[in-house]
């Protein structure tokens, strides 16, 4: 991944993030109490929230809602030979470099200059040396090569070890897709960026088998696919682009990838890989297991290893970037500084806040029977600590595109309640029998 040093100051720091991130309950350092764990973040009550909605928004669109993609959810610990087989023992590698002057390591490929970023020192860099990584462990009790096993550094294994189990189950016909979602480990040497880049991160990735002569064609509209993706969920168009690799950059499986890349808070950086691995992976495996995994053409008479595209991405990138893209500083009608996450409803956290008035016990019993009706649909959040305006300040800050407020004219009057939005923050007035549903209109491709 490189970032483009001449690109436009995005308007977000990531310090204001990281702190947004932390006071509101999204993402924590990992064993904060003891000093914390480069490359390992822990998800709060809201994170996990939104993390969930990026998932479910995911398999919505590339399973729920085709015909030719099915999903799995393979073991994180596999065969060793799988590794073997798919060349990340050999090739999975990043070359690094220490500064001899500071000794902070580096990799070789994100430097700039031969200026060390730490101290400043000018060519004091050692050679580069590969380093693999894969972090590994030891299965049952004797901790020796032969119990040596890994991390999956990719879920994508796990869908071409089981490409018959799944062929064949679900009696499936070219060209299909298998989805995935779970965690993978990198022992990156320089984790950094928040959580941009990590050594625990979660991927979503689908493999989707074609015949090798559309699979070009195929390519190309994964790329749209995706990208129609990312538009539904709001992300703004002119902060994504889409980068072709050259040909000296492709992954060792690889004959193109695109990269969607995003301008995150420091610069340009990739979101989202979409690569054509060809034949690479299901032939490797055949030889590596002496399994025949190919796909029987009934027209053709003949067997076929099919080619594969894939487009793979990171949950908690995919995060970082909804984030990045969602924050907005804003003067509000009082000329006070409100911050808000326009986050897409799908994606927010919390979809609605029930907000009494005040503390009044004449109002409590109301609000609570409001919650009540309001969470059996959605996440929610009671608050009723502080002002009104301070309570509607944290949940723009957090992306809560509705609050409902439950006043004296609902419990003495029209048992009405106001609905209001977070972005135009206009209020209507709704009458609580038609609630639930007023609330639905509002929340477009919330499930
Ligand atoms: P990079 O060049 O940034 O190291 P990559 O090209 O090795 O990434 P892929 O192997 O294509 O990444 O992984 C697919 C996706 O998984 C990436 O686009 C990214 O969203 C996510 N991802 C990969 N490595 C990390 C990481 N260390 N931390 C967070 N997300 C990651």
């Given at each position: ?120 020192q000018r060519g004091q860099f050692t050679e580069p040396r590969m380093f693999n990584l894969m972090l ?312």
């Amino acid at each position: 991944m490189t970032l483009d040093p001449d690109a436009q100051k995005p308007r977000l720091d990531m310090e204001t993030l990281v702190s947004l991130c932390k006071r509101r309950g999204f993402i924590f350092q990992s064993s904060e109490i003891y000093g914390g764990l480069q490359g390992a973040w822990d998800y709060g009550p809201l994170g996990v929230e939104m993390t969930a909605n990026i998932k479910r928004a995911w398999w919505r669109a590339m399973v729920q809602e085709r015909d030719d993609i099915v999903g799995i959810d393979a073991s994180i610990l596999m065969h060793p030979q799988v590794w073997k087989a798919s060349g990340h023992v050999d090739t999975f590698v990043d070359p690094m470099v220490d500064c001899r002057n500071c000794q902070s390591r580096f990799r070789e490929d994100e430097l700039q200059s031969d200026v060390c970023p730490t101290c400043g020192q000018r060519g004091q860099f050692t050679e580069p040396r590969m380093f693999n990584l894969m972090l590994r462990t030891f299965l049952g009790p004797v901790q020796d090569d032969a119990a040596t096993v890994y991390l999956r550094p990719e879920t994508a294994q796990g869908i071409f070890v089981n490409f018959e189990n799944v062929l064949n189950s679900m009696r499936r016909k070219l060209p299909f897709g298998i989805a995935q979602i779970g965690k993978s480990f990198r022992n990156e040497i320089t984790p950094r960026n928040f959580i941009f880049r990590v050594r625990e991160l979660e991927q979503m990735e689908m493999e989707y088998f074609c015949y090798p002569e559309t699979s070009l064609a195929l390519h190309e509209q994964w790329i749209e696919e995706r990208r129609n993706w990312y538009a539904r969920f709001g992300l703004k168009m002119e902060n994504l682009r889409v980068r072709a690799h050259a040909k000296e950059e492709l992954s060792h499986y690889s004959q193109a990838t695109s990269d969607f890349e995003y301008l995150f808070p420091m610069g340009w950086g990739e979101l989202e890989g979409v690569a054509h691995r060809g034949a690479y992976d299901l032939t490797q495996h055949a030889s590596s297991s002496g399994k025949q995994i190919s796909y029987f053409d009934e027209e053709r008479k003949e067997h076929i290893v099919p080619h594969v595209i894939e487009p793979a991405l990171g949950v908690g990138r995919c995060m970082l970037a909804f984030m990045t893209d969602a924050y907005d500083e804003e003067i509000d009608e009082k000329g006070e500084k409100r911050v808000v996450l326009h986050l897409h409803p799908a994606l927010a956290p919390i979809k609605v806040a029930v907000l009494p008035l005040s503390r009044n016990e004449k109002l409590t019993p109301k609000a609570r029977e409001v919650h009540a009706l309001v969470r059996k649909h959605w996440m929610t959040q009671y608050d009723d600590a502080q002002s009104i305006g301070r309570r509607y300040r944290r949940q723009d800050e957090i992306g809560t595109p509705l609050c409902v407020t439950v006043d004296f004219q609902t419990v003495e009057e029209d048992n009405a309640v106001t609905i209001r939005e977070r972005d135009s923050m206009a209020q209507v007035r709704v009458p609580v029998a038609g609630l639930v549903d007023a609330l639905r209109d509002r929340l477009p491709d919330v499930v």
